[in-house]
């Protein structure tokens, strides 16, 4: 639960320090005195959108900070674990706000992306805005409460996800179909470059080589001239290395003496002379063996020629053709036949509709399940709320054309039938503005109570209601906080009276400037508070005393 929020600078609060508690705490105070900087800096703190006009003027940063015990929030617990950032029990939450709009997020001291803080702030926290009765008039806002009562929103998002699939494929498959002469052309000349390459049938390094060989059959007498001089050089000329070298070593020989200084220079000479005669050998199997083959070189030079006309065709080296024969046989492989091809995409389409028809054939049984019984909970709720004539009804119409859609099969909407007898139809064109602020209530009441938040927050939800409804509202807030944290905004008495904690705020000016004040009630404060919120600024003492008499009566009825 919320445990503590600081709010340095934003709007007009220079420093706000809030502790929060267990159970319903109220916040009150006059029009325009600011009791929307709590919501809206909790709203930044859980990821909210922000600008430049939230820093207070004349300061630098606005800076929020929301602090949570999540010890009894698993799912909170394990999200914070899974991203490396779980402190024991604590989650602290901070949102830093430059006067040029920039803002910067941080969760227990590390910084983090904004989205996170928002994927956290929706396991800790759920608002529910004054506007969101407006909003009650959106089918998408009817779909997602539903869900959301259902327990369905992951269960939704598959479906979606699904779609995405489908609707990808759809749009290949269309295309396909639109373009299917230009397919087959392009088919065509596919089919003809790999033909045409499939008949070349470079292989891996064969250009470089038959340009090697092309070398050597081009030089075939000059090899042969020169190797058969070398062999004359090395043994078979007057003055040829063998004689040269026999004669050093006679010359040696007739040494008078032996001179151990040279037994390495004449075990030398004689290895050389061994290697001249071997090489000699070898030159002259070699000039023997060597015929020069014009036909080969012929050969040789036609299939070069046929390898650079087809890199010059396709205007590429001829290194890159093997390259190129692999991309156009697999651009072919795809269009005719493969994963590309109408029969495959058909077959592709085919298979993700049967599996988002499944995914969406289960959402439509828990939502048609959740329905019933959501219609029956706002019943109770609208019967408290003094509207017990007024028939609720969630309308599931199944999509007429049976296409899929992103959000499931149905058209989802919420109905009502105002006086018993008559049909029930849209809210917008049977509710007033006063029932519809009621059935609001009724709904996120019903929802909020099936919800795994443990924070609830209500921003003049009770806006248009009075009365000993309003004191209804109260105890259903009231009720709410008994099994975790709500925190509402409201100029109702009735509801402000039966909360466990009450924050007023007020606002002054000190120097030309505007100040907000947030600070938690005592008793008499409470009193006074209820007083000023029943009879104005004159408090009369019989107003005090029926603010004594309602804050007493709204303490005593839950005890």
């Not at 037994?263 to 000699?280: K, P, S």
Request: proline residues 3%.
């Amino acid at each position: 639960m919320l445990v503590q929020l600081t709010v340095s600078n934003y709007a007009i609060a220079e420093r706000v320090e809030l502790q929060f508690k267990r159970g319903m705490t109220a916040l009150t105070g006059e029009t325009g005195a600011g009791k929307s900087i709590v919501l809206d800096a909790l709203g930044l703190a859980m990821g909210g959108r922000a600008d430049a006009g939230a820093v207070r003027h004349g300061a630098k940063r606005a800076d929020i900070t929301a602090s949570f015990d999540v010890s009894n929030i698993p799912e909170a617990s394990q999200w914070l674990e899974s991203h490396e950032l779980d402190d024991e029990s604590d989650c602290i939450l901070r949102r830093v706000i430059s006067k040029d709009g920039r803002s910067r997020a941080y969760i227990n001291g590390q910084p983090c992306p904004l989205a996170h803080l928002k994927e956290l702030g929706g396991l800790l926290m759920d608002i529910h805005s004054q506007h969101q009765h407006q909003s009650l008039l959106r089918k998408e806002t009817h779909r997602k409460l539903l869900d959301e009562f259902a327990g369905a929103e992951t269960l939704a998002d598959e479906v979606h996800s699904a779609w995405k699939h489908w609707n990808k494929s759809r749009l290949r498959l269309t295309e396909r179909q639109q373009n299917a002469d230009e397919t087959e052309a392009k088919l065509q000349l596919l089919r003809y470059q790999v033909e045409e390459l499939d008949r070349l049938a470079l292989q891996d390094n064969e250009q470089q080589e038959l340009e090697q060989e092309q070398a050597q059959l081009s030089q075939a007498d000059a090899v042969l001239h020169h190797s058969h001089r070398a062999a004359l050089l090395c043994t078979e000329e007057d003055g040829s290395a063998a004689t040269l070298v026999r004669q050093a070593l006679q010359q040696l020989e007739q040494l008078p003496t032996e001179v151990p200084a040279l037994a390495d220079t004449i075990q030398m000479l004689n290895e050389a002379q061994i290697q001249i005669g071997e090489a000699g050998d070898n030159l002259r199997r070699f000039v023997e063996d060597y015929e020069a083959d014009p036909a080969r070189l012929a050969e040789v030079e036609e299939r070069l020629s046929a390898i650079y006309q087809m890199a010059r065709k396709h205007r590429i080296s001829p290194e890159e053709l093997p390259a190129l024969h692999q991309r156009l046989s697999a651009e072919l492989e795809e269009l005719d036949g493969g994963a590309g091809s109408l029969e495959q995409l058909e077959a592709e389409l085919d298979e993700q509709r049967k599996a988002y028809d499944a995914l969406a054939t289960k959402l439509t049984d828990a939502r048609e399940r959740a329905a019933v019984d959501l219609d029956q909970r706002i019943a109770e709720e609208l019967a408290q709320l003094s509207m017990p004539s007024v028939q609720f009804v969630t309308h599931l119409n199944r999509s007429a054309d049976d296409e899929p859609t992103p959000c499931g099969q149905q058209d989802i909407e919420f109905l009502v039938s105002a006086n018993p007898g008559q049909p029930a139809r849209s809210l917008s064109k049977v509710a007033s503005g006063g029932e519809l602020s009621r059935i609001s209530l009724a709904i996120q009441v019903v929802v909020a109570q099936t919800s795994t938040t443990p924070t609830l927050v209500f921003d003049e939800v009770d806006v248009g209601i009075g009365g000993g409804t309003a004191e209804v509202v109260g105890r259903l807030l009231r009720n709410l906080g008994e099994n975790g944290q709500v925190l509402c905004v409201t100029h109702l008495p009735q509801v402000a009276a039966q909360c466990h904690q009450h924050l007023f705020v007020s606002k002054f000016t000190e120097q030309d400037t505007t100040f907000s004040k947030i600070e938690a009630l005592d008793d008499q404060g409470r009193i006074s508070e209820v007083a000023r919120m029943l009879g104005g600024v004159d408090m009369t003492d019989q107003t005090l005393a029926h603010a004594k008499e309602m804050v007493s009566k709204g303490q005593a009825t839950h005890h």
